[in-house]
C-alpha cells in the first residue's frame, strides 16, 4: 500500500473514530435521548446537565480517547508529521459533523485535547489549565472553552521546536471549536448564556449549544 492510500485510509478511520457518539451512546444507556434533551448537545455539558455526572465523566473521558487513537493511529504507520495532523482534524470533524447523527455533534473541545496532548503536551495542558480556571471562575464553559482553544494555539508559536504541522493543526482546531461556539459568543456578548450548574429545563429555547448541520 503505497503511503498515500495508507494515509487517507488512516483520515477516514480517524473521521470515523471521532463520529462514534460517546454522549449520545451514554445517555441512551440511561434512557435518553439526548439530542432531545437540553441543548440537543452529545457534548460533555449537555449530558452533564441532562443525565448526570457519571454519564458526563464517561463522556469527559471517551471523547479525549478518541481524540488520542486518532492521532497515535498515522504514528504507528510511520506516517509523517502531515498526514498524523490532517488524522488530528479529521477525528475532530467526526465528532462535530457526525455522520451517524445527520452530520450533527459536539463541539470538539475534548476531542481537540486528546489530539493536543499527543503532539503538544505542554500546549495542551497549559490550555487545558487555563480553560478549566476561566470556568472555574466565570462558570461558562464556553469562555473557558474558547480561552483554551486560543491559547494553545499560541504556545505552539512561542515553544521552540515545535513541528510546523502541528502548530497549523492547533490553528484549524481553534478556528474549527471557535466557529462551533458562534451562537455561544453571541449570547455571551449579549448577556444571557447559561451558567455551569444549570439543570436542563425542556421549557428553555432548544437552540442554546446547538449548531446546525454543517
Given at each position: 500500500?503505497?503511503?498515500?492510500?495508507?494515509?487517507?485510509?488512516?483520515?477516514?478511520?480517524?473521521?470515523?473514530?471521532?463520529?462514534?457518539?460517546s454522549g449520545y451512546i451514554v445517555a441512551r444507556?440511561?434512557?435518553?435521548?439526548?439530542?432531545q434533551v437540553g441543548s440537543g448537545n452529545i457534548g460533555v455539558t449537555n449530558v452533564l446537565r441532562a443525565v448526570?455526572?457519571?454519564?458526563?465523566?464517561?463522556?469527559?473521558?471517551?471523547?479525549?480517547l478518541k481524540g488520542v487513537?486518532?492521532?497515535?493511529?498515522?504514528?504507528?504507520?510511520?506516517l509523517g508529521p502531515w498526514w498524523a495532523a490532517a488524522c488530528g482534524l479529521a477525528v475532530v470533524l467526526g465528532n462535530d459533523y457526525n455522520v451517524f447523527l445527520k452530520f450533527r455533534g459536539g463541539k470538539g473541545i475534548a476531542t481537540s485535547f486528546g489530539v493536543l496532548i499527543v503532539f503538544s503536551p505542554?500546549?495542551?495542558?497549559?490550555?487545558?489549565f487555563l480553560g478549566i480556571y476561566a470556568i472555574a471562575l466565570s462558570r461558562f464553559v464556553s469562555l473557558g472553552s474558547l480561552i483554551g482553544l486560543a491559547?494553545?494555539?499560541?504556545?505552539?508559536?512561542?515553544?521552540?521546536?515545535?513541528?510546523?504541522?502541528?502548530?497549523?493543526?492547533?490553528?484549524?482546531?481553534?478556528?474549527?471549536?471557535?466557529?462551533?461556539?458562534?451562537?455561544?459568543?453571541a449570547r455571551l456578548a449579549a448577556g444571557n448564556e447559561n451558567r455551569l450548574g444549570r439543570k436542563a429545563d425542556p421549557k428553555l429555547d432548544r437552540a442554546e449549544d446547538v449548531t446546525p448541520p454543517g
Open positions: 500500500m503505497s503511503q498515500i492510500m495508507l494515509g487517507a485510509a488512516c483520515v477516514l478511520l480517524a473521521y470515523l473514530t471521532g463520529s462514534i457518539p444507556v440511561r434512557g435518553v435521548n439526548i439530542q448526570g455526572t457519571v454519564p458526563a465523566v464517561l463522556v469527559a473521558v471517551a471523547d479525549p487513537l486518532a492521532a497515535l493511529l498515522p504514528l504507528w504507520f510511520g505542554v500546549s495542551a495542558l497549559v490550555s487545558l491559547t494553545a494555539p499560541l504556545l505552539q508559536l512561542l515553544l521552540p521546536g515545535t513541528e510546523p504541522a502541528y502548530t497549523v493543526l492547533a490553528f484549524a482546531l481553534a478556528l474549527l471549536g471557535t466557529w462551533r461556539h458562534r451562537d455561544n459568543i
